[in-house]
């Protein structure tokens, strides 16, 4: 390389990096003032930012085409309009800032603090809804944010970014609140990420950027690619399960993480599924034409052709060597298996779908595990099924965090047609590396502070003492037999009357209950686990040879309906399940990321 072309090079890095360094301190300076707005002043700034990004969607989704070549217009609106309209709707009324809730009865406030500069890194595929989308959730989170576009998409991303900036101002935000980067290299999104004054990466794109973002030392949202598997199960209307497969794998040209990547299904739903598709005007291709697909969709490296990402399926066959009517929307290719071997079994980010048929089943479950372990860990799956059982098996063995019914996958992923979070960035769990498993909403770009109030002294705080502190001041029986009945009457069990038990148990306890409490101390077992009960019902003392009347049958309360809470943390999910009972939320629950995660184990979140 000439050294007229390194010194060229090395300028827009440092042109970059400096760009960065001044668009981070304003930004940062900008967010001094915005903590002083409470959450009624965010919302209106919020409102007015998607107004503008709704009345403007058309015309940057006609920009983003017309700059990357990826995708159509029609179907990046409806990605713009996901981020500039069911996004916001979907915002309201959540308290992001200040006071979010108090507990009386655990002397606890909840309190939302904005974590600073959003450092968001923006992807070619989606590039103006990705804008709109971040732009948002940051601002209503009472946040800065810095765009950093891809530079391939660096035209319609800063146009998006002055159309929200400028409405975030008139609306009353302060000057420089967002910023964007007119001249992003991979040097200057890496100061961006690593700049002290970043408080949360969100980052969207390749494997290399992500990566990049959880190496940089700060708080990073990053997100795994996808390989989506699609089970068509028997129960299933297979007409309508073909038809939204098809729109969904060509929705966007298939630039969509979430698209579907192979239709699964039994042997015994081949002929059926095969007429569908072709009634869908769907192409199958031949062994060859499959094999040249192959050889033009991915590179040697494993990753996908860039001159091949979202294009239109003829464009992609012309450019393998063979021809398809021009309005086909998919081309097909049957596989008989996953991996290395089986290129196509990969992910593709183009109208091209893999279709397996199995045996059974079982069978069709362990390929579509087998597809999501091949480069889509913790995405994203779906199943076409009208028997519940064999959707909540699937769900249960899939290693994906979005598994979705009877929906086209983009769009069920994404919340335009299922009720998950309307979200461009997809957390896909620990398993891919990533922190979260959630759809990335503004509760992510909080921090909650706790003001907790004394309830009790530090002596209190334990309901016994340790067994080698009870031999060391000497306990004897009768001071054991208090400690047990204290025990049980704060979790409601009532002790025995004095004429129940013998003398030698005073309290009310018998002294049956005070050896299988002694016992179940030195088994580690729960004093209720090892029958620890009173009165006549614990089978020990004179009182388990008297007959006694059943106690009445208590009246029914009339039934209420129940509460929906506004936020849930961990704490609280812990407490429900202390308790054995359910929390119910609404759509504008915050629920935290280790609050959702604990709940999911436990089914303990009803949703209203």
């Given at each position: 390389m000439a050294q007229g072309t390194q010194d060229q090079l090395a300028d827009k890095d440092l042109v970059s990096i400096q760009e960065v360094r001044t668009k981070v301190d304003k930004a940062y300076a900008a967010w001094q003032k915005y903590l002083s707005y409470g959450q009624e002043r965010i919302d209106a700034i919020v409102e007015h930012m998607a107004e503008t990004a709704r009345a403007h969607a058309l015309r940057l989704a006609e920009l983003a085409v017309e700059e990357t070549g990826y995708g159509n217009a029609r179907d990046k609106l409806a990605k713009n309009l996901l981020c500039a309209d069911l996004l916001p709707r979907r915002m309201r009324g959540m308290k992001t800032v200040g006071i979010l809730r108090e507990l009386p009865e655990e002397r606890v406030v909840e309190i939302g603090v904005p974590v600073g500069v959003i450092a968001a890194i923006l992807p070619v595929t989606n590039p103006t809804s990705t804008a709109i989308y971040k732009s948002l959730i940051s601002l209503k989170a009472g946040n800065a944010v810095v765009l950093s576009p891809h530079p391939g998409a660096k035209r319609c991303t800063c146009e998006t970014a002055s159309l929200l900036y400028g409405a975030a101002v008139e609306a009353g935000a302060p000057e420089d609140i967002m910023q964007c980067i007119g001249n992003a290299t991979l040097d200057g999104t890496n100061a961006l990420m690593k700049h002290e004054r970043t408080g949360v990466i969100l980052s969207t794109g390749g494997s290399g950027i992500v990566r990049a973002a959880y190496s940089s030392g700060k708080p990073a949202f990053g997100v795994g690619p996808g390989n989506v598997p699609v089970l068509v199960e028997r129960t299933a209307d297979v007409a309508e399960a073909v038809e939204k497969i098809v729109i969904g794998k060509s929705f966007d040209?298939?630039?969509?993480?979430?698209?579907?990547?192979?239709?699964?299904?039994?042997?015994?739903?081949?002929?059926?599924?095969l007429a569908e598709l072709k009634k869908a005007k769907a192409y199958f291709c031949t062994p060859e034409q499959k094999d040249a697909l192959a050889k033009l969709l991915l590179t040697p490296n494993w990753t996908v052709n860039p001159k091949c990402v979202g294009q239109a399926a003829p464009k992609i066959a012309r450019m393998a060597g063979f021809e398809v009517p021009e309005d086909t929307p998919i081309l097909v290719v049957e596989l008989e298996g996953v991996g290395k071997q089986h290129p196509l079994s990969a992910e593709k980010l183009s109208p091209v779908l893999s279709v397996y048929f199995m045996k059974d089943f079982d069978a069709c479950v362990g390929i579509c595990r087998s597809i999501l372990r091949f480069?889509?860990?913790?995405?994203?799956?779906?199943?076409?099924?009208?028997?519940?059982?064999?959707?909540?098996?699937?769900?249960?063995?899939?290693?994906?965090?979005?598994?979705?019914?009877?929906?086209?996958?983009?769009?069920?992923?994404?919340?335009?047609?299922?009720?998950?979070?309307?979200?461009?960035?997809?957390?896909?769990?620990?398993?891919a590396g990533n922190i979260t498993s959630d759809n990335i909403g503004p509760q992510h770009l909080i921090n909650i502070k706790r003001l907790a109030y004394a309830v009790r002294k530090a002596e209190e705080a334990f309901e016994m003492p340790s067994e080698s502190a009870s031999r060391a001041a000497g306990a004897d029986r009768q001071t054991v037999a208090r400690a047990v009945e204290k025990y049980l009457q704060k979790r409601g069990i009532a002790a025995a009357?004095?004429?129940?038990?013998?003398?030698?148990?005073?309290?009310?306890?018998?002294?049956?209950?005070?050896?299988?409490?002694?016992?179940?101390?030195?088994?580690?077992?729960?004093?209720e686990q090892a029958g620890v009960q009173t009165g006549a019902s614990c089978g020990c003392g004179p009182a388990a040879a008297t007959e006694t009347k059943p106690p009445a049958a208590p009246v029914p309360a009339a039934p209420s309906a129940p509460t929906v809470v506004d936020f849930v943390c961990e704490f609280d999910v812990r407490e429900a399940i202390k308790h054995s009972r359910k929390i119910f939320i609404g759509p504008k629950t915050i629920v935290t990321p280790s609050a959702r995660d604990l709940a999911g184990e436990f089914d303990i979140l009803v949703g209203t």
């Open positions: 040209f298939g630039t969509v993480c979430s698209s579907e990547q192979a239709l699964v299904a039994e042997d015994v739903l081949k002929d059926r599924i480069g889509g860990l913790g995405h994203t799956c779906g199943i076409y099924s009208q028997d519940d059982a064999k959707i909540r098996r699937y769900a249960l063995e899939m290693p994906a965090m979005r598994v979705l019914v009877n929906t086209p996958t983009p769009q069920g992923s994404t919340g335009i047609t299922t009720n998950v979070f309307p979200a461009m960035t997809l957390g896909c769990g620990a398993a009357s004095p004429a129940q038990t013998p003398a030698s148990a005073p309290l009310g306890v018998s002294a049956g209950v005070v050896d299988r409490f002694l016992a179940a101390r030195k088994s580690g077992r729960a004093p």
